[in-house]
């Protein structure tokens, strides 16, 4: 089975294991060499060093022999004559004399046991001839001083002193010839020993060199084994770190491929499974994000117990529907009207998302939408509500243009444009709806009051309503305009209802006196000072035409010349009230 369908232990074994192997082989080499190495280190030190100091005392022993001769014949040649003097001295000379043939036997023996060493590279041939002259200069020495010797003793006991003295030197001569023979050798045999010094030096060096390269070798054998392996575990985790960066910034189209059958593999293979998972999950969570909105899926998906029991929370809401509706509808195919609609829907949900709204549901050409916890903070829900709805409302002239040629036609047969409803109160959140089916969404007075300002944006010409909570909460964070006080069904007290007019600071000077004058209007209004309140309003025309609260409360203030309001009018017009 390859390396790389290996588990991951067994891969770990096997690096260990061939580092190891590669360090006993380096280990064997370098014992191995050293040996060889020890080898030629003893042979220099117990056999060339040896051997040539045997030649040296051999020439020192040739001296001794000579000293000793010269102590023999003198003490012969005393009179009287010391015969037990002479005896010792002849003792004397005789071993002085066969050391020296021990000596050369002694180099002669070490110089064949180099030449019979098979494991050591000398030079054998030059060995071979040193220990032929050795023999030979001991041999000739030897010949020669035997009969100059039974010459001299003969010479000594016959008292002939001119005669020994001849003999003497004649042996002095041949002890001088054996001397420089002896030299020579020594030289030649002192050649041998730096040879041989050489070779263990050499050898040494050798040895260095390759127990270097050999663990040189080894250390790039075992770093590129290792590196084989440890890039077969690598690579994977690798590309399972890339592939969860990947799902991290969500995207999970990437596939991880298993090259190996070790866990990494299995892991890699469980990975593609989670992906695919991931892959079928996301589908499912981008085919609701159609129905219902992503955040919403996202909640109920990370905390599902908050949607099954419902919570109650204070939360802004916004109810935002096509004006001329119905009239527009009645004209057109259905697949026109599905591609008009649709637009619209586009079109107007993009400034809603856009400021973290939640839509919760499309209900004809309405939009219902909420903010609030825990999509946001609490302190800025009403004033992101009152920027969508700015926002949609500069989407209208656009829309206008857009709606005809969306169609094929020159005109719409009917002027569409925007009403939008802004309350903010305490509603209920969760899942309402059947065992079968259910729907998360907000329930409570506020989404109603919401509802109902929407339809008011009829009977004022205004196109966006918002409660007086909601005006509150938005605080300068908008430029508002009170339009009047208003008695919804079923609440005990009527409340203000504000016009948002645009953002902080973006008036023009038309609409800063329009907004001066209907205040002063508002004001005389509510004091029954109806001719000053007519004044007030008509002004307010002026400034600005067409303003639709105007005309609303110059219409009520007319109908009230002809039937007064009753003693306890509170100024507020009532939504049941025709």
């Avoid at 996202?298 to 109650?312: H, K, N, S, T, Y």
């Amino acid at each position: 089975m390859p390396i790389f369908n290996q588990s991951i232990r067994r891969k770990i074994v096997g690096i260990a294991l061939g580092l190891i192997v590669l360090m006993l082989v380096t280990s064997i080499l370098s014992m191995v060499m050293s040996s060889q190495v020890g080898v030629l280190l003893d042979e220099l030190t117990n056999r060339y060093i040896p051997a040539y100091g045997h030649l040296a005392r051999t020439n020192i022993r040739s001296l001794e022999r000579a000293l000793a001769l010269r102590r023999m014949v003198m003490t012969k040649m005393q009179s009287p004559s010391d015969e037990e003097a002479y005896a010792a001295r002849l003792r004397e000379f005789e071993e002085t004399d066969r050391r020296i043939e021990e000596e050369a036997e002694g180099a002669r023996r070490l110089i064949n046991a180099i030449i019979d060493d098979p494991r050591t590279p000398s030079d054998n041939a030059a060995l071979a001839r040193i220990e032929i002259r050795i023999e030979t200069a001991v041999t000739d020495l030897r010949r020669d001083l035997d009969e100059d010797h039974a010459r001299l003793l003969k010479q000594v006991d016959a008292r002939q002193m001119a005669e020994a003295r001849g003999t003497l030197e004649h042996i002095d001569a041949l002890r001088d010839q054996f001397n420089q023979k002896i030299d020579a050798i020594r030289g030649d045999m002192l050649t041998q020993v730096f040879f041989s010094t050489a070779q263990v030096i050499g050898h040494q060096r050798q040895a260095m060199i390759i127990s270097g390269i050999v663990t040189m070798l080894a250390a790039i054998v075992g770093f590129v084994f290792a590196l084989l392996v440890s890039s077969g575990i690598t690579r994977p985790v690798r590309l399972l770190l890339a592939g969860t960066r990947e799902v991290e910034a969500g995207r999970f189209d990437k596939a991880i491929t298993v090259s190996t059958q070790d866990e990494i593999g299995e892991l890699a293979a469980a990975f593609n499974r989670m992906i695919e998972q991931l892959r079928h999950n996301e589908r499912i969570r981008e085919t609701f994000g159609r129905y219902i909105d992503p955040k919403v899926v996202q909640g109920l998906i990370d905390r599902p117990e908050v949607a099954m029991d419902g919570q109650r929370r204070v939360m802004t809401i916004m109810f935002c529907d096509m004006s001329g509706f119905t009239s527009m509808s009645e004209g057109m195919t259905p697949r026109g009207l599905v591609k008009v609609m649709n637009h619209y829907f586009t079109v107007m949900s993009g400034p809603i998302r856009n400021n973290r709204g939640i839509i919760d549901k499309y209900i004809g050409d309405a939009i219902m939408s909420y903010w609030g916890p825990p999509f946001i903070e609490e302190d800025e829900q009403a004033l992101l509500a009152g920027l969508a709805a700015i926002e949609m409302a500069e989407q209208v002239p656009a829309l206008q243009k857009q709606l005809p040629d969306l169609l094929g036609i020159r005109a719409m047969p009917v002027p569409c444009d925007l009403r939008i409803g802004i309350a903010t109160g305490e509603v209920l959140t969760g899942s309402i709806g059947s065992e079968l089916m259910m729907s998360f969404t907000v329930m409570g007075d506020a989404v109603n009051l919401a509802s109902r300002l929407d339809l008011v944006n009829k009977v004022y010409g205004t196109r966006i309503l918002i409660s007086q909570a909601t005006a509150d909460a938005i605080g300068a964070g908008l430029e508002l305009r009170e339009i009047d006080r208003l008695a919804v069904a079923g609440q005990s007290a009527p409340q203000a209802i504000f016009e948002v007019m645009g953002k902080t600071g973006m008036l023009s000077a038309a609409q800063e006196s329009l907004r001066l004058h209907y205040v002063a209007g508002l004001a005389a209004y509510r004091l029954r000072c109806f001719d000053e309140a007519r004044i007030a309003f008509n002004a307010a025309l002026e400034s600005f035409p067409g303003d639709g609260p105007s005309r609303t409360l110059l219409a009520r203030i007319a109908q009230f010349d002809a039937h007064p309001p009753a003693a306890d009018w509170d100024g507020a017009w009532r939504l049941d009230a025709k």
